[in-house]
């Protein structure tokens, strides 16, 4: 997989002006000459990053790798400065951020972020309704005896997430929802202190992980299924409460 570079995005590299030069000296009008040379965008820059995530960040069939396209860019930036610091795991990841500075992540964040495409439909069909049950209850009312709030108390009723840095929770897969909250749980996924996601997902049991991941890589984001899929899954601009914990890298 090549390594991104952090030129800037509004100029050609002298290798393309070079070209460019050169078919014009060979008498092709300007504006050919430049449409005939690659121009160095970001969305050509980001082109590795499909392997894993899929095209423009919708992700692929693997299961592993997230959908990005439409998160909000203070997740995005955050969890790039993650895999770049080590407080999250990935050797692919840090490899292509190691030597990115925080301006390029911030651009990259702020590309994906920008994108708005149609969600796939749900990936997980047919589980077991006690399942489906447990991991609605978690989702959308927690639970109290545990200490564990609900998922929509921060990433929103809608599940998309709240602007600037919460990530909305439609189209993940499920062994993903699966491979990340055992990661929180068992402490090899961190972020800022306080660690709020940490806190939850070891206060969940193994079943209780697993119902979370089943619900919500059950929802389809077809409204209602018949209709076409929906453009946009917005980040939310403000809960109606509270959230019940504190989290230091999710509201800032």
Known sequence: ?????????????????????????????????????????????????????????????????????????????????????????????????????????????????SLELPYPPAQTTKAPQATLARGEQLVRQGDVARGVPACAACHGSAMSGLAPAIPGLLGLPHDYLLGQLGAWRNDVRRATAPDCMGEIARRLSPQDVSAVATWLSSQNVLQPVLQPVRQKVAPAGSLPTKPAMECGSGFR
């Open 1 to 113: 997989m090549s390594r991104l570079t952090s030129r800037s995005t509004s100029r050609l590299t002298p290798l393309t002006n070079l070209l460019a030069t050169w078919l014009l000296v060979f008498g092709l009008p300007q504006s050919m000459a430049l449409a005939a040379v690659p121009q160095d965008s970001m969305a050509q820059r980001v082109k590795a990053c499909a392997t894993c995530h899929g095209q423009e960040g919708r992700a692929t069939n693997s299961g592993y790798f997230p959908r990005i396209a439409g998160k909000p860019a203070g997740y995005l930036y955050n969890q790039l400065i993650n895999f770049r610091d080590g407080r999250r795991h990935n050797p692919t990841m840090t490899y292509l951020l190691a030597q990115m500075s925080d301006q390029y992540l911030q651009e990259i964040a702020n590309h994906f972020a």
